[in-house]
């Protein structure tokens, strides 16, 4: 799948998807290891400290399924159903536009863009006609 592009598409690819998986891993581990700085930002989201294991979980295995290649694709949808949640609960809360809101948004963009750049069959699904 990851063929016919040039060598810097592949790590420009490589990096987007990057950030986004080691951002994911970092924040899935936190809901593990439950830092003050986690508990108290999970309480204000409206979630209890008892949803930390399960949003850490779905993070973690969504993560894990994006950074396999032949699974990547579905990770991918998982990670943007996740993120779709998140910009679901600071819109309730009526948290900033560009800070909060639209900060999935940016890591979807990092995501789906890594993938594209380097997946020939999604590219031909999504093509950008210009």
């Known amino acids: 799948m990851e063929n016919s592009i040039s060598k810097t598409s592949r790590w420009i690819s490589y990096s987007m998807?990057?950030?986004?998986?080691?951002?994911?891993?970092?924040?899935?581990?936190?809901?593990?290891?439950?830092?003050?700085?986690?508990?108290?930002?999970?309480?204000?989201?409206?979630?209890?400290?008892?949803?930390?294991?399960?949003?850490?979980?779905?993070?973690?295995?969504?993560?894990?399924?994006y950074s396999i290649p032949r699974t990547s694709i579905l990770g991918a949808l998982l990670l943007t159903a996740y993120f779709g949640g998140a910009m679901a609960t600071h819109v309730r809360l009526n948290n900033p536009l560009f800070t909060h809101i639209l900060f999935t948004v940016y890591l979807s963009i990092l995501l789906w863009g890594g993938l594209w750049l380097r997946n020939r069959k999604l590219r031909e699904l999504l093509p950008i006609v210009g």
């Open 17 to 65: 998807s990057g950030v986004v998986i080691l951002f994911m891993v970092m924040d899935g581990i936190m809901k593990f290891v439950k830092p003050p700085e986690v508990i108290e930002g999970t309480l204000a989201l409206g979630f209890a400290e008892e949803h930390l294991p399960v949003l850490g979980s779905l993070a973690l295995i969504s993560t894990l399924l």
